[in-house]
């Protein structure tokens, strides 16, 4: 079974500071992980995913993260916080033994200016 | 290509009617997830269809139901719908929803009970 947590269901950052958003994933065979981002009464959006190709990821909007197996973790982070970053996001963890995303329960970034 | 598309956007309905909510995946897509998003429960996997079938469910009870069309469509119903069901309802597509594949998420139905 495959699980998600994120700790910290909301994280304040201030503008240009540090964004650091945790997650750590549960997997018995080999995951690949997501990164989604949610803003104000819109779907999810794709940011960043972890296919086996590289540990360190490189998504939209100057996101990355980074693939840690003895960790467990896929934290998400960028260097520069921007008011324009304030929304919701969700890891997510699937395999390719089965067909089904499990989501973390999401972190809510606030920027402050 | 056109993105994930669900239809209505809104939806108002009181306790006990039925609702059925409509999503069209992108353009090739043969996968049709569904999730529920509160705000106490955050997001949780409703059904998956792939090729007309049900191919996985979530802990929902049977009034929750759904069904994929030739064209990979999908529609969601809810029957004898309850003030918990207030919620919006995001649907995902992709090609086989198998590994590394993205899903891709449509703007979402949010429906209000009353």
């Known amino acids: 079974a495959q699980s998600v947590t994120q700790l910290g269901s909301h994280v304040s950052v201030s503008e240009g500071a540090l964004v650091l958003l945790r997650c750590n994933y549960s997997?018995?065979?080999?995951?690949?992980l997501f990164w989604y981002v949610q803003y104000p009464n819109q779907g999810l959006q794709l940011l960043l995913k972890?296919?086996?190709?590289?540990?360190l990821v490189k998504g939209i909007n100057g996101f990355e993260a980074e693939f840690k197996k003895s960790e467990t973790s896929f934290h998400l982070t960028k260097p520069s916080a921007h008011m324009s970053d304030a929304a919701e996001y969700f890891c997510?963890?699937?395999?390719?033994?089965?067909?089904?995303?499990?989501f973390g329960t999401g972190t809510s970034l606030t920027v402050i200016p | 290509k056109a993105g994930v598309t669900q239809t209505p956007r809104y939806l108002i309905k009181t306790r006990g009617q039925q609702v059925t909510l409509s999503c069209s995946p992108i353009?090739?897509?043969?996968?049709v997830s569904w999730y529920q998003q509160t705000p106490g429960q955050g997001l949780q996997f409703l059904f998956e269809?792939?090729?007309?079938?049900?191919?996985n469910k979530g802990n929902f009870p049977g009034r929750f139901s759904g069904r994929q069309f030739s064209n990979s469509r999908s529609e969601m119903n809810v029957s004898t719908l309850e003030l918990g069901d207030s919620a919006l309802y995001l649907c995902?597509?992709?090609?086989?929803?198998?590994?590394?594949?993205?899903?891709?998420f449509g703007p979402g139905t949010r429906l209000l009970v009353l």
């Open positions: 972890y296919t086996s190709a590289a540990t």
């Open positions: 997510a963890v699937t395999t390719n033994t089965g067909n089904q995303f499990y």
């Open positions: 997997s018995s065979v080999p995951p690949y």
């Open positions: 995902a597509s992709s090609l086989e929803n198998r590994g590394q594949e993205t899903q891709y």
């Open positions: 269809y792939f090729s007309e079938t049900q191919r």
């Open positions: 353009s090739g897509h043969r996968s």
